[in-house]
């Protein structure tokens, strides 16, 4: 049979790309996980997607009554949950002032993160009775979280601190809105989402692997310097980024090149090994990247997964 795969945030970037890469197989159908649903179908339709390769399903990160709708939805199309790819993504670099998820998390935690990780545990089970022989839980990371490189050692640099201002509930309110309880900053706080995707990656793998069978992995799939992640960016750096990215620091990727490294995690029988953070190389091969200190630790992985478990409602 057809393997199912689940991806959020696939009605542009790198989803709607690893979406139409792994459709064109024929061994994938395809639940395109969006918040809004016109854009998604038009998208795929554009796309050249075939029309009995995908289903839409509305699925809004930013409220955590949508994931648990968005659950339920999908359980009612009696369909498989073969793979999980957890990829929509806020980034508001200019933002002045936080703005806020449904539930009154700051948006770019409460969306890559939060939103996320609800939807991923709430998955786990489906994922689980799933007989598909690869079953994989993948959570889209990024260099930018990641201290030991270059890119991530640009300022702000992503920091959790002790989580104090999650703990708070992240809402500004009498609180602070960033994780480390520090001044908003819309760049930082979409850096340290991106750590919580890569340290919930980790934690799904200790706690569940064994058990369940399933791979859990992050990625970085390259600079996809033309995406609409950048559309909050001011113009003059929408303009340089991509040649910038391209000449100079040699990292950027096409969108089709980063779908397809997005569908290898997805399918390929050689990326089964879990727990593992992938990149690839200058010729497109892929290998096991090492994370920041930060990012791989143990501790704090367990710390952001009890405090997040309490903020989404599971504890
Ligand atoms: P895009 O902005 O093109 O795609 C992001 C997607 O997330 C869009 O489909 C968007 O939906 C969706 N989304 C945003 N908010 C929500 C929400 N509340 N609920 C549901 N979906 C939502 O960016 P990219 O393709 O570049 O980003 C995809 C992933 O790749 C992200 O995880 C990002 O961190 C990661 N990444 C990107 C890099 C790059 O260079 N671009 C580098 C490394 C990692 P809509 O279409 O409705 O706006």
Redo the contacts with the bound molecule.
Sequence with gaps: RKGTAII?????????ATAKALAETGKWHVIM????FL??SR?AKAAGMDKDSFTVVH????SLDSVRQFVKNVRQLEMPVDVVVC?????QPTAKEPSYTADGFEMSVG??HL?HFLLARELLSDLQSSDYPSKRLII?????GNTNTLAGNVPPKANLGDLRGLAGGLNGIGGSAMIDGGEFDGAKA?KDS?VC?MLTMQEFHRRYHEETGVTFASL??????T?????EHIPLFRLLFPPFQKYITKGYVS?EEAGKRLSQVVSDPSLTKSGVYWSWNKNSASFENQLSEEASDADKAKKLWEISEKLVGLA
Excluded at 87 to 91: C, R, T
Excluded at 227 to 231: A, I, M, V
């Design positions: 959020t945030g696939a009605s542009s970037g790198l989803g709607l996980a969006c918040r809004d854009k998604a998208a699925l809004d990160l930013a990829n929509a993504a806020v980034y969306v890559n939103g889209v990371g990024s260099i930018t979409y991106k995707n970085y799939p390259g600079c996809i310097a995406t609409g992640l950048f559309r969108e």
